[in-house]
């Protein structure tokens, strides 16, 4: 990306991206604005290979709040294709299984992506809505020993939809979204993986596509026009289509007997995509239900501490302890997510600790309090 001269000068002088930026919080020699001079002005390849493009979370907590207008995590972005072309890359998580999974679907590889989905919903293999169910069915199996279950939310998000009247698309050949492979510098795998999905969905005559995860939601709806142009299909987090068309569904709920519950905003749904209100529109739908806020939510709120299962660190776990710790403080006992990395990343990092905050995706939230068959079981 290239930034002007006025941005250039506005942001040398200014210091608003550093001081609202979690990372510098825990790691105090680190600076967007000091990333920015380094490459612009010192032109430093020192940066390209060092840890501090990696360190950015890609948040958008300094963009949001940058009077220059300078899109931080975009222009890290692209600095670390560069780093990764000079041989420089990422600490993975996990071992880097989840890259290596969304390396391997570029390939012509057999899946058992509607395995999940059988004696669960009904669903159909062309249609006018698509089901996006993106990397659940992995991360299913990479993070159960957390006692969580991630195709959990493929469930409650398949039946929802079923409930209004909905049998959507849900295909063995999709394939990652390719968001983790973007925002880690690795271009092609990015490419590869984006064509082939659009051949998958063009080809199931799709004219809605739901996702139920933040992160190929923003994928599909900024990055996909980017390098592949304007797409034939309308793009929509599942929260949206849940708020535009739940109340006229026919459906109701239960009165709450969970007591007060707060809200994470995931950064990606959040800060990047400007959906706020949907997700907290459908959480006021709940009968005797209290949403508390937490000190810092919407366009503050704080990250869940770590992005694209990379460079999971002592600086990321207090992050993590300090969003529980203030979700704690509201008065709740429960904290939905409309992510599940905020699901598994917030439940992660309350192993060994004292700290119990349950933390629960909305798709199941809501399922558990819908009248009928369907909410009782869940």
């Known amino acids: 990306m290239e930034l002007t001269q006025r941005q250039i000068d506005y942001c040398m002088e200014c210091g608003v991206c550093t001081?609202?930026?979690?990372?510098?919080?825990?790691?105090?020699?680190?600076?967007?604005?000091?990333?920015?001079?380094?490459?612009?002005?010192?032109?430093?390849?020192?940066?390209?290979?060092?840890?501090?493009l990696w360190a950015c979370l890609s948040c958008a907590r300094c963009s949001v709040r940058c009077p220059a207008e300078i899109d931080f995590p975009e222009f890290a972005r692209v600095c670390r294709e560069k780093a990764r072309k000079l041989g420089n890359l990422p600490q993975e998580s996990h071992h880097g299984i989840l890259q290596a999974v969304a390396a391997f679907q570029t390939f012509d590889i057999r899946?058992?992506?509607?395995?999940?989905?059988?004696?669960?919903?009904?669903?159909?293999?062309?249609?006018?809505?698509?089901?996006?169910?993106?990397?659940?069915?992995?991360?299913?199996?990479?993070?159960?020993?957390?006692?969580?279950?991630?195709?959990?939310?493929?469930?409650?998000?398949?039946?929802?939809?079923?409930?209004?009247?909905v049998e959507p698309v849900v295909s063995n050949e999709e394939r990652c979204c390719g968001h983790d492979a973007l925002w880690s510098g690795d271009e092609a795998t990015f490419r590869e993986l984006g064509r082939i999905n659009l051949e998958v969905i063009t080809a199931s005559g799709a004219k809605t596509v739901i996702f139920s995860c933040p992160e190929g939601y923003f994928t599909f709806k900024h990055h996909y026009p980017e390098y592949f142009g304007d797409l034939p299909f309308e793009v929509l987090h599942m929260t949206e289509f849940l708020a535009r068309e739940l109340p006229g569904a026919g459906l109701s709920f239960r009165p709450s007997s969970n007591g007060a519950v707060t809200y994470q905003d995931p950064c990606r749904l959040g800060r990047m995509a400007g959906v706020y209100d949907p997700p907290r529109d459908l959480l006021r739908l709940i009968p005797e239900g209290r949403l508390v806020e937490m000190e810092r939510s919407r366009e503050n709120a704080l990250c869940c501490g770590t992005s694209a299962w990379m460079e999971c660190s002592s600086c990321s776990k207090a992050m993590q302890m300090e969003r529980l710790s203030e979700a704690l403080r509201t008065g709740a006992h429960t904290l939905i997510t409309a992510c599940p990395k905020c699901q598994i990343h917030l439940t992660c990092a309350q192993e060994n600790t004292d700290l119990k905050m349950k933390v629960v995706d909305i798709y199941t939230f809501l399922l558990q309090q819908l009248d009928g068959k369907e909410g009782e079981r869940a």
Not at 45 to 51: C, F, I, S, T
């Open 19 to 52: 001081g609202s930026c979690p990372v510098s919080r825990v790691m105090p020699g680190f600076s967007p604005r000091q990333i920015i001079k380094r490459v612009l002005i010192e032109e430093d390849e020192d940066l390209l290979r060092g840890r501090d």
């Open 111 to 165: 899946q058992k992506r509607t395995e999940w989905a059988e004696g669960v919903g009904t669903f159909r293999d062309s249609g006018e809505y698509f089901y996006f169910v993106g990397c659940l069915p992995y991360f299913d199996v990479t993070f159960r020993y957390l006692g969580l279950s991630s195709i959990e939310v493929a469930h409650s998000t398949l039946t929802l939809l079923n409930r209004m009247g």
